[in-house]
């Protein structure tokens, strides 16, 4: 039996916090490496009909905008629990790394939250998910530099993005955010091999249809005692997948505008299922719906300053370098 308004664990709670706000720092990145914009017209072929590109083309297409803010729904069902929280989404101009987001899940009497706040320089995490907020920082000229030294002692490939889906899902992993939405996309296109795709709609709005599956590099980091079959190409046995954790993404993307209204992260029912998925097969973990975008219109700056007051705040940036498998630079001598 499900409950509407569950009092969950900490730990539960801190999955469902760290799927809703999947991090990445590859728009960044991918900003300062001059990546173009795919613009998406009505009747026009576009790489993006191609599964493999759909959503790294949505990513860069969204990184692209000079201002977005949307509303979001989330909805999770795990654990025999059913939780729906709401929030918004704010993107600054494409060269200001700028955004906001925020989510609240109301919990019976109480609620539980994440809200992260990138000014262009830090990036500040607030959480609430068990007792009192706690604050966060991501310095972001030392994710640069450490990017940079990488890069330059050959560490990280030109292409590469971190593999943001499986590990950002447990907890004390999540909420470590740079690159907003589109880095959410650049970082599924990382981790997942999307290979099926099909039209729907929502409402009376086109859509196309990515559905992935997770690639052997994750699932290795995910099952460490399947290595050999893995990487042999074998079958796999995905009911060895932590409870908390899906085996594939399903992303709805606006036929038009490629725009992502709705991510679902969906766990098989059958153990090991082939790469097509039907609703009859799985069970949806959580999803998250964006409605009403709107894009280039202007975002209030104020939106983007952050201010922790006499609050302590932890740095999180070490963390955030050690999932991208990123050392931290040695800082500058004085």
């Given amino acids: 039996m499900k409950h509407k308004s569950p009092i969950l664990p900490a730990a539960v709670l801190g999955v469902v916090i760290g799927i809703a706000s999947i991090p990445l720092v590859w728009p960044i990145v991918s900003a300062r490496a001059g990546a173009s914009a795919v613009v998406a017209t009505p009747g026009a072929t576009h790489e993006s009909d191609v599964p493999s590109s759909l959503v790294r083309d949505a990513a860069v297409t969204l990184a692209?905008?000079?201002?977005?803010?949307?509303?979001?729904?989330?909805?999770?069902?795990?654990?025999?629990?059913?939780?729906?929280?709401?929030?918004?989404y704010l993107q600054g101009v494409s060269s200001s790394r700028q955004f906001r987001f925020e989510l609240k899940l109301p919990l019976g009497d109480t609620f539980s939250s994440v809200q992260q706040v990138c000014d262009g320089q830090s990036l500040w995490i607030r959480r609430q998910i068990d007792g009192p907020p706690t604050i966060a920082k991501v310095d972001l000229a030392k994710v640069d530099a450490s990017i940079e030294l990488a890069n330059a002692n050959g560490g990280v490939a030109g292409n590469s993005a971190p593999a943001a889906g499986p590990s950002m899902l447990i907890p004390g992993a999540g909420?470590?955010?740079?690159g907003g939405l589109a880095g959410v996309l650049?970082?599924?296109?990382?981790?997942?091999?999307?290979?099926?795709?099909?039209?729907?709609?929502?409402?009376?709005?086109?859509?196309?249809?990515?559905?992935?599956?997770?690639?052997?590099?994750?699932?290795?980091?995910?099952?460490p005692d399947q290595k050999a079959t893995i990487e042999a190409g074998g079958n796999v046995d995905l009911t060895k997948l932590p409870l908390h954790m899906p085996d594939r993404v399903v992303v709805?993307?606006?036929?038009?505008?490629?725009?992502?209204?709705?991510i679902e992260y969906r766990r098989s029912t059958g153990g090991n299922p082939p790469v097509a998925l039907d609703a009859s097969s799985a069970n949806t973990m959580v999803s998250m719906e964006l409605f009403e975008a709107r894009f280039n219109s202007g975002v209030d700056p104020q939106e983007f300053i952050y201010t922790p007051g006499a609050a302590p705040v932890g740095d999180e940036t070490p963390a955030y370098l050690a999932e991208l498998g990123i050392p931290q630079s040695a800082p500058a001598p004085n």
């Fill in 64 to 88: 692209a905008q000079d201002s977005v803010n949307v509303k979001l729904r989330l909805r999770v069902d795990m654990f025999g629990q059913e939780l729906k929280g709401s929030g918004r």
């Fill in 252 to 262: 709805y993307l606006g036929r038009d505008d490629l725009f992502p209204y709705r």
């Fill in 186 to 223: 650049f970082g599924l296109d990382r981790a997942c091999d999307f290979r099926e795709a099909t039209d729907t709609t929502i409402g009376e709005v086109p859509m196309r249809v990515a559905t992935g599956t997770w690639k052997a590099s994750q699932l290795v980091r995910m099952l």
């Fill in 175 to 178: 909420g470590l955010a740079a």
